[in-house]
């Protein structure tokens, strides 16, 4: 399974990006998605993940700017961010999953495949 992040990029305060996940490969819908985001001396950060059966969920510091989707004809999740702030800038990348559950969905180890990362820069 190959994954390629895009759509980051240079954003001001309450601006908007749509990040996109592509997967490479077969029956994609059996496939959740997370996102997760890096800043720079922080940890990774669980930011939403979307179900096989398009279930979503959300960290609670997006939750309500931040909304996931999936678009299985094209292996495609998408990750629009809305309201943004100068503290969502980070790495972003998406990761991929047969079998996570929802209890683990927030960790990175429950993901066997990972996406190269997309930067979101916000700043005015």
């Known amino acids: 399974v190959q994954l390629q992040a895009s759509g980051g990029g240079l954003a001001q305060p309450g601006g908007s990006l749509r990040l996109s996940c592509v997967a490479s490969?077969?029956?994609?819908?059996?496939?959740?998605i997370g996102w997760f985001r890096q800043a720079p001396g922080k940890e990774r950060e669980w930011v939403s993940c979307?179900?096989?059966?398009?279930?979503?969920y959300y960290a609670g510091s997006v939750k309500g700017r931040f909304t996931i989707s999936r678009d299985n004809a094209k292996n495609t999740v998408y990750l629009q961010i809305n309201s943004l702030k100068a503290e969502d800038t980070a790495v972003y990348y998406c990761?991929?999953?047969?079998?996570?559950?929802?209890?683990?969905?927030?960790?990175?180890?429950?993901?066997?495949?990972w996406g190269q990362g997309t930067q979101v820069t916000v700043s005015s």
């Open positions: 990761a991929a999953d047969r079998s996570i559950i929802v209890s683990s969905m927030e960790t990175p180890n429950a993901y066997d495949y």
């Open positions: 490969v077969s029956n994609f819908d059996y496939y959740a």
């Open positions: 979307i179900s096989s059966s398009d279930s979503t």
